[in-house]
Antibody
């Protein structure tokens, strides 16, 4: 069965770039059936969609973060990655990667990684 | 962006209770709504999509409803494993936005 696993530093300094990778196992990321997404959850708060990427490299970003976000995909490694630049304390959150289903009935996230906590602090 | 407002923010209930959670959108979203369940320290789990369609494997005690701007998630008979936080998400228009969640706690 498909599994997603986030990896990356748990602590990032203010003004630096947060970099995370999501490794997909049990299935190929190189498919035209799904998108691959990053979502975050600040401590004690709700969820925020960061952006999504298609196997072809086409990306969609949340306008509120677009100026600082880059999502990339490496189909040879079955991974996709998130870079978030110029971070501040407000970027402290649990970051999830997820598979995004898009069909006539659903545009949502049906398989998620466990999440990785990232703290922005000096 | 479409704002999603969930109510209540938390509720206390007992096993066997019927529980209804509400999600209101800032504009009509034409049933483009998903409900997720999240337990502490875990990833969200997709329960309901298209406002009322149950995801495969989700118990039938869960049901979704609503239209236009107002949607509900009902748990017909609360089970011990249902104590969790529930989020709604709209996909009517980009960007996807989520509600702040309703925490269902033990009474």
């Amino acid at each position: 069965q498909l599994q997603l696993q986030e990896s990356g530093p748990g602590l990032v300094k203010p003004s630096e770039t947060l970099s995370l990778t999501c490794t997909v196992s049990g299935g190929s990321i190189n498919t035209n059936t799904y998108y691959w997404a990053w979502i975050r959850q600040p401590p004690g708060k709700g969820l925020e969609w960061i952006g999504s990427i298609y196997y072809s490299g086409t990306t969609f970003y949340n306008p509120s973060l677009k100026s600082r976000v880059t999502i990339s995909i490496d189909t040879s490694r079955n991974q996709f990655s998130l870079n978030l630049g110029s971070v501040t304390a407000t970027d402290t959150a649990v970051y999830f990667c997820a598979r995004q289903v898009i069909n006539p009935y659903l545009d949502g996230f049906d398989i998620w990684g466990q999440g990785t906590a990232v703290t922005v602090s000096s | 962006d479409i704002q999603m407002t969930q109510s209540p923010s938390s509720l206390s209930a007992s096993v066997g209770d019927r529980v209804t959670l509400t999600c209101r959108a800032s504009q009509a979203i034409r049933n483009s709504l998903v409900w997720y369940q999240q337990k502490p320290g875990k990833a969200p789990k997709l329960l309901v999509y298209a406002a009322s369609r149950l995801e495969s494997g989700v118990p039938s005690r869960f049901s979704g409803g609503g239209s236009e701007t107002d949607y509900t998630l009902t748990i017909a008979s609360l089970q011990p494993e249902d104590f969790a936080t529930y989020f709604c998400q709209q996909y009517h228009s980009a960007p996807h936005t989520f509600g702040q969640g309703t925490k269902v706690e033990v009474k």
